[in-house]
C-alpha cells in the first residue's frame, strides 16, 4: 500500500492492480532499466518508485491510449533516457508530480501539465498536439507555465519589474499557481546541489514571493517547508542552531506533550468521540522569528509546539463537537481567554477553520491547542485546493477577489512597480477582523483596518467622498481602526475628495490602489493648469522657454519629480513670478558658465576619487561582481570583513547587512526585490578597521574588567572605542565596542577574552 496511499479501499487497490498488469507497463522497468545503465548518477529504483506512483494515479480516470500517449511524448523519443540533463529533468517533473497529488491532491488535469511541460518547453510536442490528444485545459495551463519559465529564467537589472511580470504572469489561472508552488518547493528541495549565490537568491525570493502565496491560499505546510528551507540556505547558522536546540530539548518536550495529552484523551475516550490528538512542533522559522520579536532566549520561548485534536465529526455535528471538546480541555486546563480565536464561526478568507485555545498546562507552561475536524484539517494543510472536493468553500470566491484586485494594481501602468509589489505583499500574512454593515452583513478585512478602508470596500464613490464614520452608533474619524465585532457606518460629503495623507494609513490594497489612482486624475488636470499658467506668464514677460533648463532647475530646487513642482504652483504654494525670476538668473549663470568651460583646457580638470570615507573599495563585490558601487555599512549587524553578507538598496543607498541580521527576514520577506547578493574579496586589508559590540557577563570579581581591558590593548590590530560595565547581585554584565579589521581578528580576541577567569559568556552582539 505505500505506494498507493491516495486510494482509501483495498477493492480499489485491487482493481487498479489488475489494470496495471492487463496494461502490461506501456514501458516496463526492464525496458526503462536497460536504456538507463549508463547513467549511473541516477538512483533508478527511486525514479521507477515515481514512475509507478503517478501512472497508476493517471489511470485511475485516463485510458491507457491516452497514457500511452503521454509516455510517448514525456520521453520525446527515446533520447530522454540516454542523457542525464534531460532524466534529470523527467525526475524533476515526476517529484513535482508527486507533491501535487499527494500534498495537493490536485486532478489528472494538472499533473498531466506537469508531466508534459519540459516536452512543450523545448519545442518536442505543440500547443496544437497537446489540444488535440488531452483537451484544451491543458493546453491553457501550458501556455500560463511557459510564460512563468521566461520571467524565472530572465535575469533584469531591475528586479522589481521582474518580479511584478512573474507574478502577473502566474496569477491569471489559479492551477498555474498551484503547479508553480509545487515547482518551487521541489526546487528548494533540491537547491543543495546549487551553489551558494545561487541558492541565496533562491531563498530570498521564496521568501518574497512564493511563501507568502502559499499562506495566502492556505497551503500552511507548504508554506512552512519553504520557509524553513529559505532560512537554511540564507542564515544556515540560525537554521542549525533553532534545529539543534529543538533536537537538544525534544525528549523533554515530548515527555511534557505526553503528560499533558494524557489526561485529555482519557476524558475524550470516555465521550464516545472518534478523534486523533498528537503534538507538532512548530516550524524552524517561525521559532527564530519569535527569538527575534520577542528579544528572548531559545529556553524563554513557550510556545515551540500545538497540541491538535482532530475529531472524525459528521458535518453537521463538527462545531457541536469541536466546542464540545473545547470545554473538556478548558475544565482540565485554566484558559487563558484574550488567545481565544474562533474560526468556526467565520473562517478565514482562504478557508480556514479551526479552533484555537491557549491553556496553563503542567509546570505553569502555556499550551497551544488547536481543535478540528478531519475535513477542516484537510482544508487547512491543501488550502483553496481542498474546493474541488469540498464545494461551496466560501474562500474561492474570497481568493477569486484578491486575486481581481491584485491584477488591477499589476496592470494599472499609473501604479508605480515598488507600489505594485507593496500591494502584492499586503494582507498576505496578516490576521483578519470581522464587522458589520448596517444591514448585519458580514465584511472581512486585515487587522488593522481603518473606517475608509472599510468605505472603500463597499464602493470606490463611498471611500472618496467618505468624511466619518458611525461605529456602534458613535462618531468616528475616518482613520480609527475597526475592531471584530463592530457595526460601522460610512457618512459621504459631495465636497470631499481623496487626500495625499490618505495613503499614510489605509492598509487594503484596493483602497491605496483606488486613491492613488484618484490623486494622479486630479494632479494630472493640477499639472495642466500650472504649466499653462508658467508657459502664460513667461511668453508675456517675452522670456524663452527651455524644458531642459526648467528641468534641471526644478532637480535643484529639490522636487522629486515635475508633477509634484506644477501641483505646489497650482496649490498657490510657489509664486509663478517669483519661480520666473528663478529661472531667468538660472540660466544666465548656467549661459556663462558654459562660456567658461570652452575657454578653458581639459587638462586643467582631473577627476575627484569617489572613494572617501568608504572602506578599501576592492574589499567588497556587490550583485553581478560589480566593483567601485558606494556603500554603507548598516548599523543594526555592524557587518564586518568576512562575514556573510548582502546588499539592500535603501533610501539613503546600498547597505550592507550580515546574513544574521536581526532585521534580514524581514527584508527578505517585504523586499525581496531590493536585495543583491555581496562578498568580500580578497585576502582583506589590515588597515581597514571595522567596529563591532562584544556583549561580556561574568562574575564580579576583583580586576576582571582591567583584564578584559588589558587583554584587548595588548592585542595587535584591535582597538577599544567604549565600555558599558553594570553589576548587580556578584555578576556583571556589559558591552565592549571594539574596532579590528576581519572576523579572523575577531574570532581570535573572543578566544583570548573567554580564557580571563571569571568570563562565563562572550557573544557577539547583533
Same mark, same amino acid.
Given at each position: 500500500?505505500?505506494?498507493?496511499?491516495?486510494?482509501?479501499?483495498?477493492?480499489?487497490?485491487?482493481?487498479?492492480?489488475?489494470?496495471?498488469?492487463?496494461?502490461?507497463?506501456?514501458?516496463?522497468?526492464?525496458?526503462?532499466?536497460?536504456?538507463?545503465?549508463?547513467?549511473?548518477?541516477?538512483?533508478?529504483?527511486?525514479?521507477?518508485?515515481?514512475?509507478?506512483?503517478?501512472?497508476?494515479?493517471?489511470?485511475?480516470?485516463?485510458?491507457?491510449?491516452?497514457?500511452?500517449?503521454?509516455?510517448?511524448?514525456?520521453?520525446?523519443?527515446?533520447?530522454?533516457?540516454?542523457?542525464?540533463?534531460?532524466?534529470?529533468?523527467?525526475?524533476?517533473?515526476?517529484?513535482?508530480?508527486?507533491?501535487?497529488?499527494?500534498?495537493?491532491?490536485?486532478?489528472?488535469?494538472?499533473?498531466?501539465?506537469?508531466?508534459?511541460?519540459?516536452?512543450?518547453?523545448?519545442?518536442?510536442?505543440?500547443?496544437?498536439?497537446?489540444?488535440?490528444?488531452?483537451?484544451?485545459?491543458?493546453?491553457?495551463?501550458?501556455?500560463?507555465?511557459?510564460?512563468?519559465?521566461?520571467?524565472?529564467?530572465?535575469?533584469?537589472?531591475?528586479?522589481?519589474?521582474?518580479?511584478?511580470?512573474?507574478?502577473?504572469?502566474?496569477?491569471?489561472?489559479?492551477?498555474?499557481?498551484?503547479?508553480?508552488?509545487?515547482?518551487?518547493?521541489?526546487?528548494?528541495?533540491?537547491?543543495?546541489?546549487?551553489?551558494?549565490?545561487?541558492?541565496?537568491?533562491?531563498?530570498?525570493?521564496?521568501?518574497?514571493?512564493?511563501?507568502?502565496?502559499?499562506?495566502?491560499?492556505?497551503?500552511?505546510?507548504?508554506?512552512?517547508?519553504?520557509?524553513?528551507?529559505?532560512?537554511?540556505?540564507?542564515?544556515?547558522?540560525?537554521?542549525?542552531?533553532?534545529?539543534?536546540?529543538?533536537?537538544?530539548?525534544?525528549?523533554?518536550?515530548?515527555?511534557?506533550?505526553?503528560?499533558?495529552?494524557?489526561?485529555?484523551?482519557?476524558?475524550?475516550?470516555?465521550?464516545?468521540?472518534?478523534?486523533?490528538?498528537?503534538?507538532?512542533?512548530?516550524?524552524?522559522?517561525?521559532?527564530?522569528?519569535?527569538?527575534?520579536?520577542?528579544?528572548?532566549?531559545?529556553?524563554?520561548?513557550?510556545?515551540?509546539?500545538?497540541?491538535?485534536?482532530?475529531?472524525?465529526?459528521?458535518?453537521?455535528?463538527?462545531?457541536?463537537?469541536?466546542?464540545?471538546?473545547?470545554?473538556?480541555?478548558?475544565?482540565?486546563?485554566?484558559?487563558?481567554?484574550?488567545?481565544?480565536?474562533?474560526?468556526?464561526?467565520?473562517?478565514?478568507?482562504?478557508?480556514?477553520?479551526?479552533?484555537?485555545?491557549?491553556?496553563?498546562?503542567?509546570?505553569?507552561?502555556?499550551?497551544?491547542?488547536?481543535?478540528?475536524?478531519?475535513?477542516?484539517?484537510?482544508?487547512?494543510?491543501?488550502?483553496?485546493?481542498?474546493?474541488?472536493?469540498?464545494?461551496?468553500?466560501?474562500?474561492?470566491?474570497?481568493?477569486?477577489?484578491?486575486?481581481?484586485?491584485?491584477?488591477?494594481?499589476?496592470?494599472?501602468?499609473?501604479?508605480?512597480?515598488?507600489?505594485?509589489?507593496?500591494?502584492?505583499?499586503?494582507?498576505?500574512?496578516?490576521?483578519?477582523?470581522?464587522?458589520?454593515?448596517?444591514?448585519?452583513?458580514?465584511?472581512?478585512?486585515?487587522?488593522?483596518?481603518?473606517?475608509?478602508?472599510?468605505?472603500?470596500?463597499?464602493?470606490?464613490?463611498?471611500?472618496?467622498?467618505?468624511?466619518?464614520?458611525?461605529?456602534?452608533?458613535?462618531?468616528?474619524?475616518?482613520?480609527?481602526?475597526?475592531?471584530?465585532?463592530?457595526?460601522?457606518?460610512?457618512?459621504?460629503?459631495?465636497?470631499?475628495?481623496?487626500?495625499?495623507?490618505?495613503?499614510?494609513?489605509?492598509?487594503?490594497?484596493?483602497?491605496?490602489?483606488?486613491?492613488?489612482?484618484?490623486?494622479?486624475?486630479?494632479?494630472?488636470?493640477?499639472?495642466?493648469?500650472?504649466?499653462?499658467?508658467?508657459?502664460?506668464?513667461?511668453?508675456?514677460?517675452?522670456?524663452?522657454?527651455?524644458?531642459?533648463?526648467?528641468?534641471?532647475?526644478?532637480?535643484?530646487?529639490?522636487? +522629486? #519629480?515635475? =508633477?509634484?513642482?506644477?501641483?505646489? !504652483?497650482? @496649490?498657490?504654494?510657489? &509664486?509663478? *513670478?517669483?519661480?520666473?525670476?528663478? %529661472?531667468?538668473?538660472?540660466?544666465?549663470?548656467?549661459?556663462?558658465?558654459?562660456?567658461?568651460?570652452?575657454?578653458?583646457?581639459?587638462?586643467?580638470?582631473?577627476? +575627484? #576619487?569617489? =572613494?572617501?570615507?568608504?572602506?578599501? !573599495?576592492? @574589499?567588497?563585490?556587490? &550583485?553581478? *561582481?560589480?566593483?567601485?558601487?558606494? %556603500?554603507?555599512?548598516?548599523?543594526?549587524?555592524?557587518?564586518?570583513?568576512?562575514?556573510?553578507?548582502?546588499?539592500?538598496?535603501?533610501?539613503?543607498?546600498?547597505?550592507?547587512?550580515?546574513?544574521?541580521?536581526?532585521?534580514?527576514?524581514?527584508?527578505?520577506?517585504?523586499?525581496?526585490?531590493?536585495?543583491?547578493?555581496?562578498?568580500?574579496?580578497?585576502?582583506?586589508?589590515?588597515?581597514?578597521?571595522?567596529?563591532?559590540?562584544?556583549?561580556?557577563?561574568?562574575?564580579?570579581?576583583?580586576?576582571?574588567?582591567?583584564?578584559?581591558?588589558?587583554?584587548?590593548?595588548?592585542?595587535?590590530?584591535?582597538?577599544?572605542?567604549?565600555?558599558?560595565?553594570?553589576?548587580?547581585?556578584?555578576?556583571?554584565?556589559?558591552?565592549?565596542?571594539?574596532?579590528?579589521?576581519?572576523?579572523?581578528?575577531?574570532?581570535?580576541?573572543?578566544?583570548?577574552?573567554?580564557?580571563?577567569?571569571g568570563v562565563k559568556q562572550i557573544t557577539r552582539i547583533n
Amino acid at each position: 500500500m505505500r505506494y498507493f496511499r491516495y486510494f482509501n479501499s483495498d477493492k480499489l487497490y485491487k482493481l487498479v492492480i489488475l489494470q496495471t498488469r492487463e496494461d502490461k507497463f506501456r514501458f516496463t522497468c526492464k525496458e526503462l532499466d536497460s536504456t538507463m545503465q549508463n547513467l549511473n548518477t541516477i538512483d533508478r529504483a527511486s525514479f521507477f518508485t515515481l514512475y509507478k506512483k503517478v501512472y497508476l494515479f493517471l489511470r485511475q480516470t485516463m485510458s491507457l491510449d491516452e497514457v500511452s500517449k503521454l509516455t510517448e511524448i514525456i520521453r520525446q523519443g527515446d533520447n530522454i533516457f540516454t542523457r542525464e540533463d534531460s532524466l534529470n529533468e523527467l525526475l524533476f517533473s515526476l517529484n513535482t508530480a508527486v507533491i501535487a497529488v499527494e500534498e495537493l491532491r490536485l486532478k489528472q488535469t494538472t499533473v498531466c501539465s506537469i508531466l508534459l511541460f519540459d516536452a512543450y518547453d523545448s519545442g518536442y510536442t505543440s500547443l496544437d498536439e497537446v489540444e488535440r490528444c488531452f483537451g484544451n485545459e491543458i493546453k491553457v495551463i501550458l501556455s500560463g507555465l511557459q510564460k512563468v519559465r521566461q520571467l524565472e529564467a530572465k535575469k533584469s537589472d531591475d528586479k522589481s519589474d521582474n518580479y511584478v511580470k512573474l507574478i502577473l504572469s502566474f496569477i491569471q489561472d489559479v492551477r498555474v499557481i498551484f503547479i508553480v508552488l509545487a515547482m518551487r518547493l521541489q526546487q528548494m528541495r533540491e537547491a543543495k546541489d546549487m551553489d551558494e549565490a545561487e541558492r541565496f537568491d533562491f531563498g530570498v525570493e521564496t521568501l518574497f514571493i512564493y511563501a507568502p502565496l502559499a499562506h495566502r491560499m492556505g497551503l500552511y505546510n507548504i508554506k512552512s517547508e519553504l520557509e524553513d528551507l529559505s532560512l537554511k540556505y540564507t542564515d544556515r547558522e540560525a537554521y542549525d542552531y533553532v534545529a539543534r536546540k529543538l533536537n537538544e530539548t525534544k525528549r523533554s518536550r515530548d515527555k511534557y506533550i505526553d503528560e499533558f495529552i494524557a489526561p485529555i484523551r482519557e476524558k475524550l475516550e470516555g465521550t464516545g468521540l472518534k478523534f486523533e490528538i498528537k503534538g507538532r512542533t512548530k516550524s524552524i522559522f517561525s521559532i527564530l522569528n519569535k527569538l527575534k520579536k520577542q528579544e528572548a532566549d531559545f529556553e524563554d520561548i513557550y510556545d515551540l509546539f500545538a497540541i491538535r485534536v482532530v475529531l472524525d465529526s459528521d458535518i453537521d455535528k463538527e462545531k457541536a463537537e469541536c466546542w464540545q471538546v473545547y470545554s473538556i480541555i478548558t475544565d482540565m486546563y485554566q484558559p487563558n481567554p484574550k488567545r481565544l480565536k474562533d474560526w468556526l464561526s467565520i473562517p478565514k478568507s482562504n478557508g480556514y477553520e479551526s479552533l484555537h485555545i491557549t491553556v496553563m498546562g503542567p509546570n505553569t507552561k502555556w499550551v497551544e491547542v488547536q481543535i478540528r475536524t478531519r475535513r477542516m484539517n484537510e482544508v487547512a494543510e491543501r488550502g483553496l485546493a481542498a474546493h474541488w472536493k469540498y464545494k461551496g468553500l466560501k474562500a474561492e470566491s474570497s481568493f477569486e477577489e484578491w486575486l481581481t484586485t491584485l491584477r488591477e494594481s499589476l496592470e494599472n501602468r499609473d501604479i508605480d512597480k515598488e507600489n505594485k509589489l507593496e500591494d502584492f505583499k499586503l494582507n498576505l500574512y496578516d490576521d483578519e477582523i470581522f464587522v458589520f454593515t448596517p444591514k448585519g452583513d458580514l465584511k472581512k478585512l486585515p487587522k488593522g483596518a481603518t473606517v475608509l478602508d472599510f468605505a472603500y470596500s463597499i464602493h470606490t464613490k463611498v471611500g472618496a467622498t467618505c468624511v466619518s464614520g458611525r461605529v456602534n452608533g458613535k462618531n468616528v474619524s475616518i482613520k480609527y481602526k475597526l475592531k471584530s465585532g463592530e457595526q460601522v457606518e460610512i457618512n459621504t460629503s459631495a465636497n470631499q475628495s481623496p487626500k495625499q495623507d490618505w495613503l499614510n494609513f489605509v492598509v487594503t490594497s484596493r483602497a491605496r490602489n483606488k486613491i492613488r489612482q484618484e490623486l494622479k486624475e486630479e494632479a494630472s488636470k493640477q499639472v495642466d493648469f500650472a504649466k499653462e499658467m508658467l508657459l502664460r506668464r513667461m511668453k508675456n514677460r517675452k522670456i524663452d522657454y527651455s524644458e531642459s533648463t526648467l528641468s534641471q532647475l526644478i532637480r535643484k530646487m529639490r522636487y +522629486k #519629480s515635475v =508633477t509634484d513642482f506644477y501641483c505646489d !504652483i497650482a @496649490e498657490e504654494k510657489l &509664486d509663478v *513670478n517669483s519661480i520666473i525670476d528663478k %529661472y531667468v538668473a538660472f540660466d544666465k549663470k548656467e549661459t556663462e558658465l558654459h562660456e567658461s568651460f570652452t575657454e578653458r583646457s581639459a587638462d586643467e580638470f582631473k577627476l +575627484k #576619487s569617489d =572613494t572617501e570615507d568608504r572602506h578599501s !573599495i576592492d @574589499e567588497l563585490v556587490i &550583485d553581478q *561582481n560589480l566593483r567601485g558601487i558606494d %556603500y554603507q555599512l548598516a548599523k543594526c549587524c555592524n557587518p564586518i570583513f568576512g562575514d556573510k553578507i548582502f546588499g539592500f538598496i535603501s533610501s539613503q543607498g546600498i547597505k550592507i547587512h550580515r546574513m544574521n541580521c536581526p532585521n534580514a527576514n524581514d527584508l527578505f520577506t517585504r523586499y525581496g526585490y531590493r536585495v543583491l547578493k555581496a562578498r568580500w574579496t580578497g585576502q582583506g586589508s589590515t588597515s581597514s578597521s571595522y567596529t563591532t559590540m562584544l556583549r561580556v557577563i561574568g562574575n564580579d570579581q576583583m580586576n576582571i574588567v582591567a583584564n578584559l581591558m588589558s587583554i584587548i590593548s595588548k592585542e595587535d590590530g584591535v582597538q577599544l572605542r567604549s565600555v558599558n560595565i553594570d553589576s548587580d547581585d556578584g555578576l556583571f554584565q556589559g558591552t565592549l565596542s571594539v574596532s579590528l579589521a576581519n572576523t579572523s581578528k575577531l574570532e581570535a580576541l573572543i578566544k583570548k577574552l573567554k580564557e580571563v577567569r571569571g568570563v562565563k559568556q562572550i557573544t557577539r552582539i547583533n
